[in-house]
C-alpha cells in the first residue's frame, strides 16, 4: 500500500510562483511512476507532469513545459512540482498519483493511488 499527501497550495498572483509537495509513505517505489494531474471545476482530471522513481525521467505536458518542474527527493521521500510564471489557467485542484511501470497515463484509472489534492489558485 502506498499513501501519497500534497501539500503547498495557496493562492499567488499571476506571474508568481509556488512548490507542491507529494509526500510518499508505505511501499518502495523504485518500480513506480509519480505524476501531478490536476482538475479546474466542471472540467477533467488532466496531466500536468511526471517523473520515473528509478531513473529520475521527466514528462511535463504542453501547457506546463518550460514553466513547471517536476523533481523528487530520495531521501525525503517526497516528489515536488515547482511551478513558476502561473497564470490564471493554471487554477485547479492539484493531485499526485503513483502508477506501477514506466509510462506516463493520462487516463486516471492507470493510477492506483492518489493523495487528497491540493488547491492553487492564479489571481490575475
Known sequence: ???????????????????????????????????????????????????????DYT???????????????NAKSTVYLQMNRLKPEDTAVYYCAAARGAIFWIFTNKYDYWGQGTQVTVSS
Open 1 to 55: 500500500q502506498v499513501q501519497l499527501a500534497e501539500s503547498g497550495g495557496g493562492l499567488v498572483q499571476a506571474g508568481g510562483s509556488l512548490r507542491l509537495s507529494c509526500a510518499v509513505s508505505g511501499r518502495s517505489l523504485s518500480d513506480h511512476v509519480i505524476v501531478w494531474f490536476r482538475q479546474a471545476p466542471g472540467e477533467e482530471r488532466t496531466f500536468v507532469a511526471g517523473i520515473r522513481w528509478r531513473d
Open 59 to 73: 514528462h511535463s505536458a504542453d501547457p506546463v513545459r518550460g514553466r513547471f518542474t517536476i523533481s523528487r527527493d
